[in-house]
């Protein structure tokens, strides 16, 4: 899983990336909004841990335009500030901050609260696989941090096999639980070779089972 660290301390921010190291998550960290930006266009990150005084825009700037956002709407967020007032945690909560850390706070419990929110955001019925990202309750897919128009079909093709990755699928497993009885196995194809082009480079993702069907698998 990837954080994102956005922390213009340098000695609290590799205290952050540290702790989230040890604990078994990638990490990238930055200093300001506007690195953070570039950043996000790229690779959405399953977490966010965001400091409020930042130079350019501030933490809440920033919470603002990630909830506004519907590619990174959903991302959790951790604000970890110097702001302590009862009034600060409110606003940032309000704003739609998933969580309000205060400095200075112990690693133990940063480390707990990070996979709290993860625990959470992966019974969002949130599915990731590389670089693709689906979430059935919004009906969303995001590909490297852009979102794929991918038509109804495409959608459950995709989830039913993000939700079971390595897992060989026969063709009239995927045929009747999809469309039915409604359709030739020929459309099956159709949609897989459309789907493999909207995933763009992780459409090699989708593996041809030869005599049985198609899954979801990693390059060998």
Not at 26 to 36: K, R
Not at 64 to 87: C, F, G, H, W, Y
């Amino acid at each position: 899983m990837l954080i994102y660290i956005v922390e213009d301390d340098e000695n609290i921010r590799e205290i952050e990336a540290f702790a989230m190291k040890n604990s078994g998550y990638d990490t990238e960290c930055f200093e300001s909004s506007a690195n953070f930006y570039k950043a996000i266009t790229k690779a959405v990150p399953d977490l966010i841990l965001l400091d409020i005084m930042l130079p350019g825009n501030d933490g809440l700037t920033i919470l603002k335009k990630l909830r506004d956002d519907a590619v990174t709407a959903n991302i959790p967020v951790i604000i970890i500030s110097a702001k302590t007032t009862e009034l600060d945690r409110v606003k940032g909560l309000d704003l739609g901050a998933d969580d309000y850390l205060c400095k200075p706070f112990g690693v133990m419990e940063l480390v707990s609260r990070v996979r709290a929110r993860l625990r959470g955001s992966s019974k969002n019925n949130e599915y990731r696989y590389a670089e693709i990202m689906l979430s059935v309750d919004t009906r969303k897919v995001v590909i490297s941090g852009k979102q794929a128009d991918l038509t109804y079909k495409e959608f459950e093709l995709l989830k039913m096999l993000i939700a079971n990755p390595g897992k060989a699928f026969t063709r009239d497993c995927l045929i009747d639980t999809i469309w039915g009885q409604e359709s030739a196995g020929r459309t099956l194809d159709v949609h897989i070779r459309t789907l493999r082009g909207k995933l763009g480079e992780y459409g090699r993702y989708i593996k041809t089972v030869r005599n049985v069907g198609y899954k979801l698998d990693k390059d060998e």
